[in-house]
């Protein structure tokens, strides 16, 4: 992960106020969500799904290949970290998923707005719901 000034001012104000909203229960619903669809299990949840591989396998499982096979390896450069989340991304918007819905590749790859990525994985399970009560 790069090396990055802490924030100061408004900005330190933003992110102790993000921090504080952070809902641990959505966490795990989302884990257990995640870990139902993968099957496999997940030991810190932004440890594992940090470099995006997970989440590409999660997609996967939901339709198959819908990210391609490669960046289901986990990744440890952090410029593969953050093409892998952005290959995941993608996928979602293949899968239905709305850009508002979406984080960017920092938001997790460098755990800036882990709020966003939560509301994000919250939101594709919600369109995994949808689309199964449609079909």
């Known amino acids: 992960?790069?090396?990055?000034?802490?924030?100061?001012?408004?900005?330190?104000?933003?992110?102790?106020?993000?921090?504080?909203?952070?809902?641990?229960?959505?966490?795990?619903?989302?884990?257990?969500?995640?870990?139902?669809?993968?099957?496999?299990?997940?030991?810190?949840?932004?440890?594992?799904?940090?470099?995006?591989?997970?989440?590409?396998?999660?997609l996967n499982r939901l339709q198959p290949g819908l990210v391609p096979a490669k960046y289901e390896?986990?990744?440890?450069?952090?410029?593969?970290?953050?093409?892998?989340?952005g290959q995941y991304l993608d996928g979602c918007r293949k899968y239905g998923m709305e850009e508002k819905d979406l984080f960017v590749s920092v938001d997790l790859v460098e755990e800036q707005n882990k709020n966003m990525v939560l509301a994000s994985i919250i939101s594709l399970g919600r369109l995994v719901r949808h689309l199964l009560l449609v079909s």
């Open 73 to 85: 390896r986990p990744q440890s450069f952090p410029i593969r970290q953050i093409e892998t989340v």
């Open 1 to 58: 992960m790069t090396t990055r000034a802490n924030k100061s001012g408004i900005n330190a104000d933003m992110v102790k106020k993000r921090e504080a909203t952070y809902s641990h229960e959505d966490e795990g619903k989302a884990r257990g969500w995640l870990e139902a669809v993968s099957g496999e299990p997940i030991e810190g949840f932004f440890e594992t799904l940090k470099d995006g591989s997970y989440l590409c396998r999660v």
